[in-house]
């Protein structure tokens, strides 16, 4: 009877009686340690997180790349950035220097116990710093100034196009890119805000929209407030896109080309209805033809836009590198061949 009484106390797999004890897991996010709010904080500091007013380039790779997709465009990104904005690349300071090679084993085991013992500094923010996101196939290539997106990515794919061998290709696992030039919450009024910002260089705003904006912060009349509104609402009369028009003729026609990445707030007619709505009438939609293609990238909570010339973004399929790269086998095989097709979820 002792004996089983004492194997009835025993836990599961214990032979001493002691039950095993459950492993605690996560919160589910709904509460953060201080350690893990500085983490955080930290990867906002070196740009390794989404944030309102980001720009860069949305990023798709071949399934199961991952790493070897994130280095080769950084390198990439490296490379056009000092031939484009003479942006030298950072120096890798894990590369041996000159004259250490020489040095002695003992020298340099206690180099490295100092610099383990040395406080960490933290890291500089990069012109370009890859963001990891949780979707798979996706990563987010965050720029800062000089660099321009739109421009970033057009030169790489007019090279991917010219590439004339294979074996001369620069990317191996990349496959479309969509630069975005501003980011916002994915909100309505968020939607609208970072609309509002890019579509100005190059339509005709609703100037209902902008005073429906405007009616929070008018101050009151008579006020030094109210004249500095006033002359800015001058100065804003002749925007730049009424000034590009007027060197290009008609007004730009335009469609609309959104991805939505794990969101489920906002639905896509009504993100493509908000968008539009704040472009004046004199700028008509044309699906199959138009001037200007307004790419919309909603992911999660953010919201990215950026306008594309159309012919040319049709050309380079649609930035897709990878595609452009697969037309050089065509071409040197006479046409026969068909291109690569990209092995992800774009």
Known sequence: MADSASKRKQGPGSSDGSALKKRKEGTAGRWKTPAQKAKQASWAEMGKTLEVGDEGIWVTY????????????????????????????????????????????????????????????????????????????????????????????????????????????????INRLTPVVDTEKASEKGVQRVARKVLASFFSLNEEEKEKEGEEEKPEEGSDGAEEVKETAQAAAVPEAETRQAETGAPFTYAIRHTMRNHSILESQAVIKMVAGMIKPEHKVNLKNPNKVILVEIFQMFCGISVVDAKEWEELKRYNINVLYGMAGEQKSGGGGKAVKPDSED
């Open 62 to 173: 071949a399934r199961g790349m991952k790493g070897k997709a994130v280095r080769e465009f950084k390198a990439l990104c490296d490379e056009y950035g000092e031939k484009l904005y003479g942006i030298k690349p950072p120096v890798d300071e894990t590369e041996p220097k000159s004259g250490d090679e020489d040095e002695d084993i003992e020298a340099s085991i206690q180099k490295e116990l100092e610099a383990m013992k040395a406080p960490k500094q933290p890291q500089a923010r990069g012109i370009f710093s890859p963001v990891s996101v949780t979707i798979e196939c996706v990563f987010f290539m965050k720029t800062m100034r000089p660099v321009d997106p739109c421009q970033l990515v057009l030169e790489i794919c007019r090279d991917a196009q010219k590439c004339e061998s294979p074996k001369d290709r620069k990317c191996k696992y």
